[in-house]
């Protein structure tokens, strides 16, 4: 047992659960095999830091929508591709003859808006890490004067969430395992409420094996000193005040503005809207509104799942009706979903 | 029940279907029903008697976009993919036809490139090329080239290599690092602006399992992990034997560019496709014997023991660097890259 483990071990007191905001942690703790190494006790629960799972369905059937107008090129990553809106998939939509294209960053959008000269539009999801760098493609956008180049957006914002999972007091967790990337842009100052007003430790912490177990062990620390604060423990990259320079080309191309969480709800000041002297580039103008009625297939447990509320398992689709192949939930879908994380690493086969 | 399968035949092909996972499973099941009883396994080579030998026969197509990668082409692809299917079955590989359907436009050079590396790579295997053919596409409805092959290889007669014969006691041999043909062609398309040093493996496997079926009966399972990758080839394995299998992380080689690529890109190396490799499954007795034999051929330098075969449940776990253990997973779907 690795030395790190044993100090884990030594210093556990008691039943506590964790919240792993992240779903690059959730993947990274199974994938180390980190569950196998805790002591019993210690339940980590996964949160709501899946930018592809929080896509409310009603936003994928407007996605749908754009991506089968006439001349409209709809690009997005990879992941979005299989999740569920209300009737279909952009995948789906693609099948049938939808423009979609999958892209590793804005910047292939709005190439591709050049070397296509038709309207591209970029489908935008993702928190604090991925933001930076759209606002900066939006910013390019405007200096060469691009009049084909949209954005879609459902941009997040994480601290916001957290709190409203705190203030809704349903799920009792002992403290966060706050995500790395994140805070490499927002530093680690946004989280310092969650000790502050609800006693609850917080580390910002890597993606490796050790990163996590010493994240886990300065958690267990906090919790039995009786003095929570904002640690990090991802100090290589992560800087108290965090990118100064890509959080201001965030904040001059977008504004905050309430934003809907699949399973979640409407949580104040939680999304990303395009800044009105960047209006030209927004998508909004091709959406139908009133599409569809948002709604969950009959019995996905998603929400509560990304409320940390229930485990994957509990949910009565699991591995039966929703699997990574014919996902119910978008949880299933994205390689950051918990879902997925427990169908792929936790051992529940197909069958079971 | 009658309703729902019109729905489903109603649905359109996706390129979930194609990715070797479990939605291809799933669709090529339906299909080969036209066949009278469903297709029971789906083995790389089909083998059949032929007076008092038994012949391997099996086909292939090849899509490989784009056409030219580090390590290699579609045309050197196209004749390792099915030498190596042949090979894994125990087989000595013989002769080979290929099929080319090329879109209007394409450069005759190119052509000539890829034809002249399918003949480098058959005189290198032994394997003969004995017929091929041509068709040509109105531009916009092929990508470039596509080329299909189809083998024939005689099985040795020393040797009874078959999916379900892992026993517990045997050990896992990989031939060499993982990974490497996946991120060499990921690394090509469009979007992704990292570089890599990273050549496919693409490779025939025929003079490494020749030495590997030396030791005749002790052998019992050989695969090319492919598409998924070794993940999906340990889970055929641990499927068909009603076994478990556990490997060891640190015993597994992967090559650094390959890792941080995996990392960057939210992959799982273990299910990213190989095109030069062999897994193969041994006796105890024999393991570290056929390693060191493996280690001088070219294409088994890094050959190691990575794992154990076990009585239980069907299933495949790997002891992780950090210490823990975790399940390893068959691919589903496509793979994807990640987002945040």
Same mark, same amino acid.
């Given at each position: 047992?690795? $030395?790190?483990?044993?100090?884990?071990?030594?210093?556990?007191?008691?039943?506590?659960?964790?919240?792993?905001?992240?779903?690059?942690?959730?993947? $990274?703790?199974?994938?180390?095999?980190?569950?196998?190494?805790?002591?019993?006790?210690?339940?980590?629960?996964?949160?709501?830091?899946?930018?592809?799972?929080?896509?409310?369905?009603?936003?994928?059937?407007?996605?749908?929508?754009? $991506?089968?107008?006439?001349?409209?090129?709809?690009?997005?990553?990879?992941?979005?591709?299989?999740?569920?809106?209300?009737?279909?998939?952009?995948?789906?939509?693609?099948?049938?003859? #939808?423009?979609?294209?999958?892209?590793?960053?804005?910047?292939?959008?709005? *190439?591709?808006?050049?070397?296509?000269?038709?309207?591209?539009?970029?489908?935008?999801?993702?928190?604090?890490?991925?933001?930076?760098?759209? #606002?900066?493609?939006?910013?390019?956008?405007?200096?060469?004067? *691009?009049?084909?180049?949209?954005?879609?957006?459902?941009?997040?914002?994480?601290?916001?969430?957290?709190?409203?999972?705190?203030?809704?007091?349903?799920? *009792?967790?002992?403290?966060?395992?706050?995500?790395?990337?994140?805070?490499?842009?927002?530093?680690?100052?946004?989280?310092?409420?969650?000790?502050?007003?609800?006693?609850?430790?917080?580390?910002?912490?890597?993606?490796?094996?050790?990163?996590?177990?010493?994240?886990?062990?300065?958690?267990?620390?906090?919790? *039995?000193?009786?003095?929570?604060?904002?640690?990090?423990?991802?100090?290589?990259?992560?800087?108290?005040?965090?990118?100064?320079?890509? =959080?201001?080309?965030?904040?001059?191309?977008?504004?905050?503005?309430? $934003?809907?969480?699949?399973?979640?709800? =409407?949580?104040?000041?939680?999304?990303?809207?395009?800044?009105?002297?960047?209006?030209?580039?927004?998508?909004?103008?091709? =959406?139908?509104?009133?599409?569809?009625?948002?709604?969950?297939?009959?019995?996905?447990?998603?929400? #509560?799942?990304?409320?940390?509320?229930?485990?994957?398992?509990?949910?009565?689709?699991?591995?039966?009706?929703?699997?990574?192949?014919?996902?119910?939930?978008?949880?299933?879908?994205?390689?950051?979903?918990?879902?997925?994380?427990?169908?792929?690493? #936790?051992?529940?086969?197909?069958?079971? | 029940?009658?309703?729902?399968?019109?729905?489903?035949?109603?649905?359109? &092909?996706?390129?979930?279907?194609? +990715?070797?996972?479990?939605? +291809?499973?799933?669709?090529?099941?339906?299909?080969? !029903?036209?066949?009278?009883?469903?297709?029971?396994?789906?083995?790389?080579?089909?083998?059949?008697?032929?007076?008092? +030998?038994?012949?391997?026969?099996?086909?292939?197509?090849?899509?490989?976009?784009?056409?030219?990668?580090?390590?290699?082409?579609?045309?050197?692809?196209?004749?390792?993919?099915?030498? %190596?299917?042949?090979?894994?079955?125990?087989?000595?590989?013989?002769?080979?036809?290929?099929?080319?359907?090329?879109?209007?436009?394409?450069?005759?050079?190119?052509?000539?490139?890829?034809?002249?590396?399918?003949?480098?790579?058959?005189?290198?295997?032994?394997?003969?090329?004995?017929?091929?053919?041509?068709?040509?596409?109105?531009?916009?409805?092929?990508?470039? &080239?596509?080329? %299909?092959?189809?083998?024939?290889?005689?099985?040795?007669?020393?040797?009874?290599?078959?999916?379900? %014969?892992?026993?517990?006691?045997?050990?896992?041999?990989?031939?060499? +690092?993982?990974?490497?043909?996946?991120?060499?062609?990921?690394?090509?398309?469009?979007?992704?602006?990292?570089?890599?040093?990273?050549?496919?493996?693409?490779?025939?496997?025929?003079?490494?399992?020749?030495?590997?079926?030396?030791?005749?009966?002790?052998?019992?399972?050989?695969?090319?992990?492919?598409?998924?990758?070794?993940?999906?080839?340990?889970?055929?394995?641990?499927?068909?034997?009603?076994?478990?299998?556990?490997?060891?992380?640190?015993?597994?080689?992967?090559? !650094?560019?390959?890792?941080?690529?995996?990392?960057?890109?939210?992959?799982?190396?273990?299910?990213?496709? %190989?095109?030069?490799?062999?897994?193969?499954?041994?006796?105890?007795?024999?393991?570290?014997?056929?390693?060191?034999?493996?280690?001088?051929?070219?294409?088994?330098?890094?050959?190691?023991?990575?794992?154990?075969?076990?009585?239980?449940?069907?299933?495949?776990?790997?002891?992780?660097?950090?210490?823990?253990?975790?399940?390893?997973?068959?691919?589903?779907?496509?793979?994807?890259?990640?987002?945040?």
């Amino acid at each position: 047992m690795p $030395a790190i483990v044993k100090e884990l071990h030594r210093e556990f007191a008691g039943p506590t659960r964790f919240m792993e905001v992240c779903g690059t942690h959730t993947m $990274a703790v199974f994938r180390h095999g980190i569950r196998s190494m805790l002591p019993p006790g210690l339940e980590l629960v996964s949160g709501p830091g899946c930018p592809v799972c929080v896509t409310p369905a009603g936003k994928i059937d407007e996605a749908i929508a754009l $991506a089968g107008k006439k001349g409209i090129i709809l690009a997005t990553f990879g992941d979005m591709l299989r999740v569920p809106g209300t009737r279909s998939s952009l995948e789906k939509q693609r099948a049938e003859g #939808a423009d979609v294209r999958v892209v590793y960053s804005c910047a292939d959008a709005l *190439k591709l808006a050049d070397e296509t000269g038709k309207k591209v539009v970029f489908f935008a999801i993702g928190f604090e890490t991925t933001s930076p760098t759209i #606002a900066q493609t939006i910013l390019d956008a405007r200096r060469t004067g *691009k009049k084909n180049f949209f954005v879609y957006t459902a941009l997040k914002l994480i601290p916001p969430a957290m709190r409203a999972l705190l203030e809704s007091g349903e799920v *009792k967790i002992d403290g966060f395992m706050c995500p790395g990337h994140v805070s490499a842009v927002i530093g680690t100052k946004p989280y310092g409420f969650i000790p502050r007003d609800y006693r609850i430790p917080c580390v910002v912490a890597g993606f490796e094996a050790y990163d996590i177990l010493e994240s886990l062990l300065m958690l267990v620390r906090m919790k *039995k000193s009786g003095k929570p604060e904002v640690a990090n423990q991802y100090c290589r990259w992560v800087r108290t005040d965090g990118n100064q320079r890509a =959080v201001e080309i965030l904040n001059s191309v977008f504004e905050t503005s309430d $934003a809907e969480w699949r399973g979640i709800g =409407v949580i104040p000041s939680s999304g990303l809207n395009l800044r009105k002297e960047f209006l030209e580039f927004s998508a909004e103008r091709f =959406v139908d509104s009133g599409i569809s009625a948002p709604e969950e297939k009959s019995g996905c447990r998603c929400g #509560a799942v990304l409320r940390g509320a229930v485990k994957p398992t509990d949910c009565p689709l699991f591995g039966k009706k929703c699997t990574p192949d014919n996902p119910a939930g978008a949880c299933m879908v994205s390689s950051e979903g918990t879902c997925a994380a427990y169908f792929r690493y #936790a051992g529940k086969k197909k069958n079971g | 029940m009658q309703g729902k399968r019109k729905m489903a035949d109603e649905q359109k &092909i996706t390129l979930a279907h194609g +990715s070797g996972g479990s939605t +291809s499973y799933e669709l090529i099941r339906r299909i080969t !029903r036209v066949f009278g009883k469903p297709a029971a396994e789906l083995n790389d080579s089909a083998v059949v008697g032929f007076g008092k +030998s038994r012949l391997a026969f099996t086909t292939d197509s090849f899509v490989v976009k784009p056409v030219f990668f580090p390590g290699g082409d579609i045309g050197k692809l196209s004749v390792c993919g099915t030498v %190596n299917d042949l090979a894994v079955a125990g087989a000595v590989p013989l002769y080979l036809t290929a099929s080319c359907i090329v879109e209007e436009g394409f450069k005759i050079s190119d052509f000539k490139k890829i034809v002249e590396s399918m003949k480098k790579a058959a005189t290198q295997a032994g394997i003969r090329i004995i017929g091929g053919d041509l068709k040509v596409v109105k531009k916009g409805e092929a990508d470039g &080239i596509f080329v %299909n092959t189809a083998g024939i290889g005689m099985l040795r007669s020393n040797v009874s290599i078959s999916v379900d %014969n892992a026993k517990p006691g045997d050990k896992v041999i990989i031939s060499g +690092s993982i990974g490497d043909h996946g991120i060499a062609i990921l690394s090509q398309r469009p979007g992704i602006s990292f570089r890599t040093n990273v050549k496919s493996d693409c490779a025939p496997l025929d003079s490494l399992t020749g030495i590997v079926c030396r030791f005749g009966k002790k052998v019992r399972v050989m695969r090319d992990p492919t598409r998924g990758g070794l993940a999906s080839a340990l889970n055929e394995i641990a499927m068909a034997s009603g076994k478990t299998i556990i490997i060891d992380e640190s015993a597994v080689p992967v090559r !650094r560019e390959v890792g941080s690529a995996c990392g960057l890109l939210g992959l799982d190396p273990l299910q990213v496709a %190989n095109e030069g490799k062999l897994v193969a499954v041994v006796s105890g007795s024999v393991a570290g014997k056929i390693c060191r034999e493996m280690k001088k051929n070219r294409y088994g330098k890094d050959a190691a023991i990575i794992g154990e075969v076990f009585r239980g449940k069907s299933g495949v776990y790997m002891k992780t660097i950090a210490g823990g253990k975790r399940i390893v997973e068959m691919l589903s779907g496509e793979q994807l890259p990640r987002i945040c």
